[in-house]
């Protein structure tokens, strides 16, 4: 039986009170699996993203992760134990993206870790090759482009291995051959075991790439949760949500 690493009941959030984000949110995530929310633009989709990384907290319901109920209250939930396992790529990869090289960005993570300085510059140097980032490593990752910066983000969140990968419309203003080069690698990354869970509006992706898909409603709730083919064969629930 597969293991479920995320449970999620009756879960809601409002940045204030007359303005609810996410509206009873029933979900579990299974260990391993591709799991894409399709939405319109502001579904819940980022703020549903937001929970599951453990940045904000419910303000209703029950969230568990890794058999821990996830609360502001819980020492567990914001701590190093939970936070290693979950790694968050950014919309906006300025968001996430401070120091002042690349090479620093990769290997931020890493000293956090305190590994040892022989084997943090080997982790870091085989990541910067396997990312193709050598040629950037001193680059200051302002001057980088869109697509250059998405690739030092997910090096930088990929290299301390978490168990979870979040992303955020990863694909948003990449040119074709990036996005084809981040699914690839998104693929690789699931098949070694990380769980991913991906926010996105673009059905492409839906169908071509999720194990399940979750369809978040405009009400800010889920209107369905199906394997890909059973959701594209339904256009009248993809008009109701506003995807096509």
């Keep these: ?18 303005m609810p984000v996410l509206s009873n949110i029933d979900l579990s995530i299974v260990r391993g699996e591709k799991l894409v929310i399709l939405g319109a633009n502001g579904c819940g989709k980022s703020t549903l993203l937001k929970l599951l ?25 914001t701590g190093y134990e939970f936070r290693k396992k979950i790694g968050f790529i950014f919309q906006d990869s300025d968001t ?20 040892e300085r022989d084997v943090l510059e080997k982790k870091v140097a085989a990541t910067l090759k ?15 482009s ?15 291995n978490p168990e979870v990968l979040l992303l955020d419309e990863p694909t948003n203003s990449l040119d074709p051959r990036t ?32 194990d ?18 059973e959701i594209f064969a339904n256009n009248r629930l993809l008009a109701e949500v506003n995807l096509i």
Excluded at 4 to 16: A, D, P
Excluded at 187 to 192: A, F, G, L, Y
């Design 1 to 18: 039986m597969a293991e479920i690493i995320y449970s999620l009941k009756r879960v809601s959030y409002n940045y204030m009170e007359s």
């Design 53 to 77: 990384d453990g940045l904000i907290f419910p303000a209703g319901g029950e969230m568990k992760t890794f058999q821990h109920i996830i609360s502001e209250l819980d020492p567990y939930s």
């Design 96 to 115: 996430q993206l401070f120091c002042p090289s690349v090479l620093d960005e990769v290997a931020f993570a890493p000293l956090q870790m305190g590994l």
């Design 130 to 144: 396997d990312f193709e980032l050598e040629e950037l490593s001193d680059r200051p990752p302002y001057r980088l």
């Design 146 to 160: 869109g697509g250059e910066k998405k690739k030092v983000a997910l090096a930088a969140v990929t290299i301390y």
């Design 179 to 210: 996005k084809k080069w981040l699914l690839n690698r998104l693929e690789e990354i699931n098949q070694k075991g990380t769980t991913i869970v991906m926010a996105t509006h673009d059905l492409d992706i839906g169908r071509n790439f999720a």
């Design 212 to 229: 399940r898909i979750v369809v978040m409603n405009e009400q800010h709730g889920i209107e369905a949760i199906a394997r890909p083919e």
